[in-house]
Structure formats: C-alpha cells, structure tokens
C-alpha cells in the first residue's frame, strides 16, 4: 500500500476589499468576517501559509464616530483609519481566537518597500510569523500615508506582499464575480474564467481585456478593476498565479485553493527569482529615470537576449538615484522598457553616458522588462 501523498504547503496571499467586509452603509459586516476568517483558519490548519491584506479600517471607523460634513478629507481618512484600525484588528482577533489562532497586526507605506534592507526586514518578519502559524494581517497605514506615500490601494501592497513572499498564488477578493467580457451591467456578458500571459490574442485577449475593464472605483475603496488586471498581469509574468473573485461567497477561498474555476484566473508563465519579482513590483517607488537610445531598447527588448543596460546606451537620466535605488528606464519616444536596480549612483552614470567598456548601469540579474 503506497503512502498517501502529502500536502505540499501553499503561500497566498489574500486581499480582502472593502466591499467585501462592509455593507451598503459602509459599516463593517460581521456575517462576511467570520465566513473568511473560518475560510483562511480551515486551510492555515492544513498547512497552508496565508498573509491577509484587509481594507475596512475607515468602515470600522465610522461606526465609532461622525465627524463634520466640512471636515478636510486627509484628515477624515486619518482620524477614522487610525481608530478604525484598532476595531478591524480587535474583530480578526476575536475571530481568529474561536479557531484557536493569532494573528498579528502589520502596518505598510509604500516607503516600506523602496529600500531593499528595508524590505528584506519586513520579509523576514513576515517568515517568522508564518513559522508560528500566526495570521499576519496587512494594512495600508492610512495615518501616514499621504500623497506620494500612499499605494494606488491595497491591491498593490497585496502584490507586493505577493513578490516579497515568493507566492504560489495571490487572491484579490472583491464583491463581483471577475473579469466580464463586456460591462458587467450587461446581461450578455460573460466572467472571463482563465487569462493566459503571454499567448496568442485568440486565447488571450490581453489587450481587449484591457480597454473592457472600466475605470469605475468601489463604493467606499479606492480600488477598481483596472489596478487588478494591472497587478494580476505583472504578477503571473513573473510566476504567480492570480484570482480575482466574490470574496462576499461563503467557502470562496478554499475553492479556488481546490482548483475549482471560480472568477477569473491569471495563469503564471513562468518563475523567477525573488529578486526580479521584487523589482517588476516595485515601478512605482522608482527614485528616477534613464533614457536610452534606439538601439539599447530594441537591444533590451530581443527575446532571449539576457542584455544588460551599459552606459553607452543611455541618453539622459532624470532625477537622482543612489547605488540598490530602483530606477525606470524609458526609449526617446517615451516607451517604459523596465524597471532595475542601479548598480552605482546617478552622479558616475551621468559621468559615463554613451562610453563603452563601462559595467553595466542595471545589471540583467536585476532587470525587468514591462
């Protein structure tokens, strides 16, 4: 008799809208908490390794007070984040505990994830909470986060979080099915229920799919649909495997875990180090750009080139970056070719521009291309 075939532990990183936790008055529901808290606490016990980013602070907040029609809006989101963080985390709490689990409360800026020092203490953090089975649960830290501080929304800290933690999968639960093939308000449209990075437009209408989706924002979240499919195709380019989903439907989380096709599914292409994955997340805490010329793009561009960016290829830079700094890389034309990490400063790449012989400005081990 064979022995059975073990589990193999998954990571996942769930992100948990909103809409999902709140209800049409934008009051926390409860009902929906405990569903997903039973959900996630039924698969931690299998082995799985689960990370929550979880919005609904501002909900909870405004259960606990009412602050002025002429209120300034920055200071509204603060006030009720700061003390709508404290109900959020107490409710997890509570719900967590009635599975016998902890959880533990972590508070994110996009600052957080621009140092690599920096973000590999936060990796680390996230390990050794999973290595105790306990729950992190991640939040965007609305009282400092203002203006250039602050995510598009939770659903880039979660692919983030994704990248950092070398994922197996990454789930964006919202309150609607998927990806419609037309506006969901259609009758006639259908939940896309598989995209395919990287094949052929008849299998994957990637670039169709891309001018559907609307730019409509949630009721009270700051996220759409279009920062999903954004984050979704960048995260299964580089090996991770994304679902966007109806997190309000009860046993959502450990179905999609089963396999079964539910929402829409971002098919993976292929793995990559943690590294590239770090930097193909980071573009938007890029510190400046470089502008190279015809032939470094198309260059860069080749399939299978495995090319560095040299400094005889570079045009101009714009702003000032440090050696480790994340750094965008742009044609003439202003095409965005990638994303790296610049292996020395701006100062002795503005004193190399167009010489050759010199080592690489992004190093291809340190290269993304978008």
């Known amino acids: 008799m064979t022995e059975a075939k073990k589990h193999k532990p998954e990571t996942v990183v769930i992100k948990i809208g909103t809409n999902v936790i709140t209800g049409s008055n934008g009051l926390l529901d409860l009902e929906v908490m405990e569903a997903l808290t039973a959900d996630i606490a039924a698969e931690r016990k299998k082995g799985n390794r689960l990370i929550m980013v979880s919005s609904g602070a501002m909900g909870a907040g405004r259960s606990l007070l009412t602050l002025p029609e002429k209120s300034n809006p920055v200071s509204v989101r603060q006030i009720l984040a ?77 692919g983030l979080i994704a990248a950092m933690m070398n994922a197996d999968s990454l789930m964006l639960l919202t309150s609607v099915e998927g990806i419609y093939s037309g506006s969901p ?15 052929s437009s008849k299998r994957s209408p990637i670039g169709e799919l891309s001018t559907m989706i609307t730019s409509e924002k949630s009721q009270f979240g700051r996220g759409g649909m279009q920062t999903k499919f954004s984050i979704a195709s960048k995260l299964a380019k580089v090996g991770i495997r994304v679902y966007i989903a109806n997190g309000k439907k009860r046993g959502m989380i450990s179905d999609l875990l089963k396999g079964k096709e539910l929402g829409t599914t971002f098919i993976p292409v292929k793995k990559t180090s943690g590294v590239k994955k770090w930097v193909a997340t980071s573009e938007s805490g890029a510190k400046a750009k470089v502008i190279i010329n015809r032939g470094a ?15 005889i290829g570079v045009i101009r830079i714009e702003g000032t970056f440090q050696k480790g700094d994340i750094i965008k890389i742009e044609s003439e034309s202003g095409e965005g070719i990638g994303v790296g990490v610049a292996q020395y400063g701006s100062d002795i790449a503005a004193s190399r521009l167009g010489k050759r012989g010199e080592k690489p400005l992004v190093h291809y081990n340190y290269l993304y291309l978008t």
Not at 104 to 116: G, H, N, P, S, Y
Not at 123 to 147: M, R, W, Y
């Open 185 to 199: 308000n259609d009758p006639n449209s259908k939940v896309i229920s598989k995209v395919e990075i990287g094949t």
């Open 297 to 311: 793009s198309e260059q860069l561009k080749r399939e299978n080139a495995a090319s560095s960016l040299l400094p």
């Open 82 to 158: 700061s003390i709508g963080q404290v109900k959020l985390i107490h409710h997890y709490s509570d719900l967590f505990e009635k599975h016998h689990l902890l959880c533990a409360q972590v508070l994110a800026t996009k600052e957080d994830f621009r140092d690599r020092r920096h973000y590999l203490n936060m990796k680390h953090c996230f390990e050794a909470l999973l290595e105790q089975g306990i729950i992190p649960i991640v939040n965007e830290n609305d009282v400092v986060s203002v203006t250039e501080l602050m995510f598009t929304d939770n659903d880039e800290l979660a």
